[in-house]
């Protein structure tokens, strides 16, 4: 069963924290600036050093277990399960390709699927019914 820390157990998480191990925290999204998106999402940190004053954990970006916690928590050490990753590419809602596609985005195939966009939404030569 994964383990999670609530913002008031920051002091806790910090003194349990292993390094190089990856705990995550969850983002909540709002959905009036991107509707589109998933309403929730996670993120994930790693802990690989102490801080210098304190003895803090940190991450490579700086921040501490205990400023991590407080500002963002709970935080879990498994990934929340139903969730996509903040890092991980968005659901696709509408574009050239079918639902499903799977493929290697390289410059050939972004020429193919700009060449069949073009193609298919010619402005001039739709045809307008009133």
Known sequence: MPKSWSPSE???????VEFGRTYYFVYKVANN??????????????FTRRAPLTGNPMTDG?????????????IYDAP?????????????????VPNGYKGVLDEA???????????????KKRRWFS
């Open 10 to 16: 920051a002091k806790k998480f910090a003194k349990q």
């Open 33 to 46: 600036l991107a509707p589109y998106e998933d309403q929730h999402l996670y993120s994930e940190a790693v």
């Open 62 to 74: 700086g921040t501490s277990a205990e400023g991590l916690c407080l500002r963002y928590g709970p």
């Open 80 to 96: 929340p399960r139903g969730m996509r990753n903040v890092a991980a590419p968005a659901p696709q809602v509408a574009g050239p």
């Open 109 to 123: 195939e972004l020429r193919g699927l700009e060449k069949q966009v073009a193609q298919g939404s010619d402005p």
